[in-house]
């Protein structure tokens, strides 16, 4: 199946009393039993819920998996991951990834015994070397948030089963249309759906996708037990999403195309961090493994200070000066002080990520008017 047909299609099937093309939002937090213990497949909304279930069914199919998993957040999927380990297990990250999952490894899961490892994981040799007995997750952003750095799934993932540890995949960035980490040999892909996936800033929410029933079961326990869920409504929202993805992203593609290259040459913009230019470091792989290059990029201008991107980031009008990512409107966002705030300024700038760094997302508006909005404000 097409990737079109495939998001439109997906997880969808006309509800069997209407014949509603869409699936109903089922608002209802428990279910009539028959009797005790003999139900229609659903006791408790918690556990499961049929709009849920649509959209759980949704998210595999696009992920080419087996099976899906929907969390109240992005980060309430990654906390239910981490949840598989124990006192003691190793986890290898990526050293530039994005501030919310570093204050829930570091402030969150170090104090229960759990062991964080931070390499730049582009040469895949440092997650080799950092592979030891205790060495249970590989977790990998990739493009990773803000520096769009690419790392090389396959070869990780041989890593990560030689191991015996799990490879867990955050596709946030790149969303379903441009990579598909299980086709890969990640065990586990993560999104925070909140973003492409529903596509129109308007749902805060987050997924798994793997293909082993086991691990399913395990996690499925997680979302049980703890009790991260969405609710219908949300569930809907992102369903609706899922169906115009490949028309979004398609746009997002073109208008990053055009936003990159206009500035890289400008005369105020010093680095431009952007997968999709041909002499990006891991630029090879990336046209392997993923599609398209996507909207999303950073900059730096060449007066590379807090204060000469906080003018930038003041001055636009199309562009809005918000947290998040991947809705169909243009967002622009200062790092150091918002989305990666979490991370010590030391740790930030031993890995790249400077005060004056800028990172935008590209919406789906006119690529000119976008253009010109950034030209006024960078000057």
Same mark, same amino acid.
């Given at each position: ?9 997906? @997880? ?25 213990? #003999?139900? #229609? ?32 957040? @992005? ?119 909140? #973003? ?21 079961? #395990? ?21 609706? @999403? ?52 996507? @909207? ?84």
């Amino acid at each position: 199946m097409k990737l079109a047909t495939k998001f439109i299609h997906a @997880g969808a099937a006309p509800d069997p009393s209407t014949g509603a093309i869409m699936t109903p939002i089922y608002q209802t937090s428990t279910y009539v039993q028959e009797a005790p213990g #003999k139900n #229609k497949g659903y006791e408790y909304a918690r556990s499961q819920n049929p709009t849920r279930k649509a959209l759980e069914d949704a998210l595999a199919i696009i992920e080419n998996g087996k099976f899906g998993l929907a969390f109240s957040s @992005g980060v309430a999927a990654t906390d239910s991951v981490i949840k598989l380990l124990n006192p003691g297990d190793e986890v290898i990250a990526a050293n530039d990834m994005y501030g919310g999952s570093y204050r829930l490894f570091s402030k969150v899961w170090e104090r229960y015994g759990i062991k964080f490892v931070y390499v730049d994981t582009c040469n895949t040799e440092n997650v080799k070397t950092a592979i030891t007995a205790n060495t249970k997750l590989i977790w990998l952003e990739t493009p990773s948030n803000p520096l769009m750095n690419i790392t090389d799934i396959s070869s990780v993932a041989a890593i990560a089963k030689k191991a015996g540890a799990l490879l867990c995949v955050d596709n946030t960035f790149a969303s379903p249309y441009l990579q598909n980490p299980l086709d890969l040999g990640a065990d586990i892909v993560m999104h925070s759906s909140t #973003k492409y996936l529903g596509g129109h800033s308007d749902v805060i929410q987050g997924a798994l996708m793997m293909n082993d029933a086991t691990l399913r079961e #395990k996690l499925y326990f997680i979302q049980k037990s703890c009790g991260a869920v969405p609710g219908p409504m949300d569930c809907f929202l992102v369903l609706r @999403g899922i169906k115009t993805l490949h028309v979004r992203m398609k746009q997002h593609c073109e208008n990053g195309h055009v936003i990159a290259h206009f500035l890289r040459k400008h005369p105020s913009v010093d680095k431009v961090y952007w997968c999709g230019f041909a002499d990006h470091p891991n630029y090879d792989i990336a046209k392997i493994q993923m599609r398209a290059f996507g @909207g999303m990029m950073s900059f730096t201008l060449k007066d590379d200070s807090a204060a000469a991107a906080m003018k930038v980031l003041s001055s636009t009008q199309l562009f809005s000066l918000a947290e998040s990512l991947g809705g169909v409107e243009s967002l622009i966002n200062h790092p150091a002080s918002m989305t990666h705030a979490s991370i010590p300024r030391e740790e930030r700038i031993k890995n790249g990520l400077s005060d004056g760094l800028i990172r935008l997302s590209i919406g789906i508006e006119d690529a000119d008017d976008l253009v010109e909005d950034l030209k006024q404000a960078i000057g």
